[in-house]
């Protein structure tokens, strides 16, 4: 076994890698960017080494940095994690060039997998099932259309070289095609660095089954058994569960015993998971995997095996440490993928500090895989992977039930996450039944994703108190360093003349204004608020989590105040407030005109107008390339572009103005 080990990676995957290291006893190195100095991997690795700046161009993905931080550390093996170099075959054959150990597949298995295209080709050989489609060498845009035609439509547009649903399109009739072939080629490049395409007949409600399989240099390979991964969002998966559910049994053996022979037939070692659509009692191959999986903490809490370990021991040249008769299922469990995004508008990644971020605690049952600690940024320059809640049980409804007060008890603010979307398909009784497939979210967004909510009157009642309570906290401090600490200026409690004690707090919900009077009782509050008046009684404050006796119910939540901004998280939902700021209001006054503006930090791709042009309400103006994902900039309503501001290959940062547009009057 190896003595010491480099983690070409970062965040979560970085950090649960050196935790298997630790426990083997072998000693780990981190590499880092600069963005990533105070990074939580670089914490817990026994030593770090700096490989460039912040873009994963210049850090992350220069293979030669890596080995050189190999080399310097006396790293017998570098262990590439998923993404970056984890599929790089070029990287795996430097790697053993440098007399190290690259902990995965040979490179020609990398090759042959890595591209779709390849793979197919491979599998149609070997007999594995294939959805019908076109894989072929020939790649204008001519041949494309014409493959297309012949296969169909709907037809899915995918990039050859990648997954992730990175460069991938369904186009449901043949007016979309040039369109959805030039977006999918820009995205592919810029992903992957190769825009070859392929095409597949789209599948209309097919589930997707991936299998977990290992093989050794000895010849033996074994697959762990199953994931259903149909929870997706713009093709990426958004909560993974093993066993898959209502699969037959004859179905489950056939796609272990095919992934197994996909692997043997590239002569495959290592751990990797073959994919399959499965479809109407069919099931067919879309891609193999040549890494280590986001999703493989599901296949351990069900098998009780350490993927990390096997991968491990079989880049050490040992056996794999069980065969086929000797893995045991047990158990049901799921992991949901908490990402930094808004949901509501349409996923798009967010950035900003984690100013406060509590995960649910680990038991048994709970396993939480993060990379990222309270007060980290997450940036555009890296996915906004949050952290992985993992959770386990005796059957699914027990797992289910353990995901549903697991996200209740993840507590995140300071940015927008993901978090009541998840919830809101755990609780969802469709999913509970298992009537899932990848149009699952699609098909049920009106429930999943409803219009935003009032804060509730007890988010209120719970901002006022930590605005008083702070205030009371600030007076007392302020006493104390005071030459008269009992002087009545140091009082906070709201004395009026000729009026009850008493604080009003102006709360924006939006664009709407929330008024909370609190009245001063002599064993607490009296709160005047928009549906009726609470009684508060009893309020006490750890850090920022508050204890009170909210409308004769004694309730708890944590309240982050921030300037103006106010978070109040309460019983697993979140509500963002403001203190209403007339001076701050009027500085926003529209001045006329109007703009658009960059969603997030990212770069422009396509600039479809310029200045002068007038243009409908909805038409692209202008796409912005971030996190390797499109956003199209849309015109907001009919009228003119007054300037075009960036051109095509400009960075722009988040929230910077685009373009100028001004609005057609609209007509009485």
């Given amino acids: ?284 191959f879309i891609e193999m995997n040549t890494r280590l999986q986001v999703e493989h903490p599901v296949t351990e809490m069900i098998s009780g095996q350490d993927l990390v370990e096997w991968q491990l021991a079989v880049a050490a040249g040992r056996p794999l440490p069980l065969g086929q008769h000797e893995l045991v299922r047990n158990g049901h469990a799921f992991e949901a993928r908490l990402y930094a995004e808004d949901a509501g ?94 149009g699952f979210i699609d098909r049920h967004r009106a429930t999943l994703l409803p219009p935003p909510q009032t804060v509730p009157d007890a988010a209120l009642a719970f901002a006022a108190a930590a605005l008083l309570l702070e205030r009371e906290d600030n007076a007392a401090r302020a006493a104390a360093r005071s030459g008269d600490p009992h002087s009545p200026w140091h009082h906070t409690g709201g004395w009026r003349l000729n009026d009850d004690n008493h604080h009003d707090f102006r709360l924006m919900d939006g664009d709407v204004q929330r008024l909370a009077t609190v009245h001063f009782r002599a064993e607490g509050w009296d709160m005047d608020l928009p549906s009726g008046s609470l009684r508060v009684r009893g309020a006490v404050r750890d850090g920022r989590r508050i204890t009170a006796e909210v409308g004769g119910e004694r309730r708890s939540a944590s309240v982050v105040v921030q300037g103006l901004d106010i978070a109040v998280l309460l019983d697993g939902a979140s509500w963002r407030l403001k203190l209403d700021d007339p001076s701050a209001k009027a500085a926003d006054q529209d001045g006329g005109g109007g703009s658009l503006t960059a969603p997030m930090t990212g770069r422009v791709v396509q600039v479809l107008v310029a200045a002068g042009d007038h243009v409908e309400r909805g038409r692209a103006l202008l796409v912005v390339e971030a996190m390797k994902m499109e956003h199209t900039i849309a015109a907001p309503a009919d009228g003119t572009v007054v300037e075009v501001l960036y051109a095509v290959g400009d960075q722009v940062a988040d929230s910077a103005e685009l373009l100028v547009f001004q609005a057609d009057e609209v007509k009485a």
């Avoid at 100013?355 to 990379?371: E, K, Q």
């Fill in 1 to 284: 076994m190896f003595d010491k080990i480099l983690i070409a990676n970062r965040g979560e995957i970085a950090c649960r890698v050196i935790r298997t290291a630790r426990r083997l006893g072998i000693r780990t190195v981190a590499v880092y960017s600069e963005a990533d100095t105070n990074a939580l991997h670089v914490q817990l690795a026994d030593e770090a080494h700096l490989i460039g700046p912040a873009p994963a161009a210049e850090s992350y993905l220069l293979g030669s940095r890596i080995i050189e931080a190999a080399r310097a550390s006396g790293a017998g093996a570098i262990h590439p994690g998923y993404g970056f170099l984890s599929e790089n075959a070029a990287f795996a054959e430097a790697c053993a060039a440098a007399g190290i150990t690259f902990i995965g597949p040979k490179p020609a298995a990398i090759r042959a997998m890595g591209s779709k295209a390849e793979s197919k080709r491979l599998m149609e050989a070997a007999g594995v099932p294939l959805v019908p489609g076109y894989h072929g060498a020939g790649q204008d845009d001519a041949a494309l259309v014409q493959a297309a035609q012949a296969i169909g439509f709907p037809v899915l547009v995918k990039a050859s070289a990648g997954g992730g649903g990175k460069g991938m399109r369904v186009v449901r009739e043949a007016a979309e095609l040039d369109g959805a072939i030039a977006g999918a080629r820009r995205e592919a490049k810029a992903a992957f660095g190769d825009d070859s395409l392929l095409l597949e007949r789209y599948l209309d409600h097919p589930r997707h089954v991936e299998i977990q399989v290992f093989c050794d240099r000895l010849g033996n390979g074994v697959y762990l058994f199953e994931r259903d991964c149909s929870l997706q969002r713009r093709h990426q998966k958004v909560i993974e569960e093993a066993p898959a559910p209502l699969l037959p049994d004859e179905i489950r053996r056939a796609m272990g015993e095919a992934a197994v022979a996909a692997a043997k037939a590239v002569d495959y070692e290592g751990a990797g998971t073959v994919e399959f659509l499965f479809q109407d009692g069919r099931f067919y």
């Fill in 345 to 438: 508008r349409d996923f798009l990644p967010a950035t900003g500090r984690l100013v406060h971020f509590r995960p649910p605690a680990a038991t048994r049952h709970v396993r939480v895989d993060t990379g990222v600690q309270e007060g980290d940024e997450v940036s555009a320059f890296y996915d906004p992977m949050i952290a992985k809640l993992i959770v386990w049980g005796e059957e699914r409804d027990c797992a289910l039930r353990h995901l549903r007060r697991a996200l209740a008890d993840t507590e995140v603010a300071g940015l927008t996450t993901n978090v009541g979307f998840l919830a809101a398909i755990a609780g969802h009784p469709a999913f509970a039944a298992f009537e899932v497939d990848t």
